[in-house]
């Protein structure tokens, strides 16, 4: 299993980015994929997951209404767009991935990780 996020900078409170997630290596179907953050000082929490069967989604209470995460089987890639960012958004973001039943779409218990991406949100 392989992971390769991409698409974090540097944004100004408001604006937005848009993390990409390149999974190669399992069937995309067969695995719930996800996005965790880690800010300095911080514990790693997770902010968005979605199921590989059927699409299903959980957001943390945190990004509700302003992240979206998606999926394309076809290229094996998950997105995260992240909208109305704010400073309290910064920190670095982990795609990750592991195989769970269908449906499955919790951000828990994560196996398999990519390389982190900055995202910095300046006010």
């Known amino acids: 299993v392989q992971l390769q996020a991409s698409g974090g900078g540097l944004v100004q409170a408001g604006g937005s980015l848009r993390l990409s997630c390149a999974a190669s290596?399992?069937?995309?179907?067969?695995?719930?994929i996800g996005w965790f953050r880690q800010a300095p000082g911080k514990e790693r929490e997770g902010v968005s997951c979605?199921?590989?069967?059927?699409?299903?989604?959980y957001y943390a209470d945190s990004v509700k209404g302003r992240f979206t995460i998606s999926s394309d089987n076809a290229k094996n890639t998950v997105y995260l767009q992240m909208n109305s960012l704010k400073p309290e958004d910064t920190a670095v973001y982990y795609c990750?991935?592991?195989?769970?039943?269908?449906?499955?779409?919790?951000?828990?218990?994560?196996?398999?990780w990519g390389q982190g991406t900055q995202v910095t949100v300046s006010s």
């Open positions: 990750t991935a592991d195989k769970k039943p269908p449906m499955y779409y919790y951000c828990s218990g994560y196996t398999y």
């Open positions: 290596g399992f069937t995309f179907g067969d695995y719930a």
């Open positions: 979605i199921s590989g069967s059927d699409g299903a989604t």
